[in-house]
C-alpha cells in the first residue's frame, strides 16, 4: 500500500489549490461553492495521479536506467504493471465521478488534461517552449475548473496571472534540470529529457525573468484594478503583492542556491521560509477578502 500511494504522488495534489483560485477571489464562500470547489479539488487530483501513473508505466524501461529514479515503485518492482494499470483505471474513474457530481464543464476540463498529458508523453514534451506551455495549460485548466466549471465567471487577471506564473514555474523547472546536470553540488542526474538538448542556461533564465516580471506586474495591476476594488469593496488587495514579490524571489534563491525548482510541491514543503511566504499571503488575502 505505501508504494501504491507512493506510485500516486499525493504530496503533488498541492498543485492542485489552483481550483480553488477562483471561489476566493470571486468571494463565492457559500457551502454550496465550496462543496463544488472540494469535489472539482479531488476530481483533479485523482487525475493528476493517473498522469503520473501513466508517464511511470510509459517510462519504466528509462527509469530503470536512471541513477534516481530507479528507485521509484514501478522501475524497482515494488509495484508490478498489472497493479499500477488497475490503480490507473481507478483513478480515472474516481475523478470522472467527482468530475460529473460538480458539472460537465469540469468533466470537459478533467478529461482535456488527462488528453493533453497524454500528447505530452507521446511526442510533445520534445518539442522546444511548447513543453513548458502545455505544462502551464494544465494549471489553467484547474483555474477554468474553478471558475466556469463552478460557474464564476472568470477573471482576465486570473487567468493572467495564473498563466505568468505557471509559465515561470515550469522554466523554473527546466533549468533546474540544467542546472542538476551542470554543478558537482547538486544531485547528479543524466539527461533523460531530448528536450534539454535545445535549452541553454541563458535562453532559460531570459524566460525566468520576463516570466517572474510579469508575474509581479500582472498580479500588481490585479489588486489596484477598478474590478478588483468593486468586487471586493476596498483597494487592501495590494498589501498582499510584498508576499508574492518575495516568494517569486525566494524560488529563484533556492533555484540557484540549494538546487531545488524541479519539485515545486516539494519545494513548498521543505523550505520554511518559502512556506510561511505562502501561508501568509493566504492568511492576509483572507482578511482582505473578508
Not at 220 to 231: E, F, K, M, N, R
Request: charged share 15%.
Amino acid at each position: 500500500m505505501r508504494s501504491l500511494l507512493k506510485l500516486a504522488r499525493p504530496h503533488q495534489y498541492l498543485k492542485n489549490g489552483f481550483v480553488l483560485l477562483g471561489p476566493l477571489f470571486a468571494h463565492k464562500w457559500d457551502s454550496s461553492t465550496l462543496t463544488e470547489g472540494m469535489y472539482a479539488f479531488l476530481a483533479f487530483c485523482f487525475m493528476a495521479s493517473a498522469v503520473y501513473i501513466l508517464n511511470d508505466i510509459i517510462d519504466v524501461d528509462a527509469d530503470r536506467a536512471h541513477p534516481v529514479k530507479r528507485y521509484r515503485p514501478l522501475p524497482s518492482g515494488m509495484v508490478s504493471i498489472a497493479s499500477a494499470k488497475i490503480l490507473l483505471g481507478s483513478m480515472i474513474v474516481a475523478s470522472v465521478v467527482f468530475s460529473t457530481l460538480t458539472s460537465w464543464w469540469v468533466l470537459l476540463f478533467t478529461v482535456s488534461y488527462l488528453s493533453i498529458n497524454v500528447l505530452y508523453s507521446w511526442h510533445l514534451k520534445h518539442i522546444v517552449i511548447l513543453d513548458v506551455f502545455l505544462i502551464s495549460a494544465g494549471f489553467m485548466l484547474r483555474i477554468l475548473a474553478g471558475t466556469v466549471g463552478l460557474g464564476i465567471a472568470p477573471s482576465a487577471w486570473l487567468l493572467l496571472c495564473g498563466l505568468m506564473v505557471t509559465l515561470f514555474l515550469g522554466f523554473a523547472k527546466r533549468r533546474a534540470e540544467l542546472l542538476m546536470l551542470e554543478s558537482s553540488d547538486c544531485e547528479s542526474s543524466m539527461l533523460t529529457r531530448k528536450v534539454l538538448d535545445h535549452y541553454t542556461p541563458q535562453m532559460l533564465e531570459q524566460f525566468i525573468s520576463v516570466t517572474a516580471a510579469c508575474t509581479i506586474i500582472a498580479y500588481g495591476l490585479y489588486t489596484v484594478s477598478p474590478q478588483t476594488v468593486a468586487i471586493h469593496g476596498n483597494d487592501n488587495l495590494i498589501y498582499t503583492l510584498p508576499f508574492v514579490v518575495y516568494g517569486i524571489f525566494r524560488y529563484i534563491y533556492l533555484l540557484h542556491r540549494r538546487c531545488r525548482g524541479n519539485d515545486t510541491a516539494k519545494d513548498l514543503v521543505q523550505d520554511g521560509h518559502l512556506l510561511a511566504t505562502v501561508m501568509a499571503w493566504v492568511g492576509v488575502t483572507m482578511w482582505v477578502l473578508s
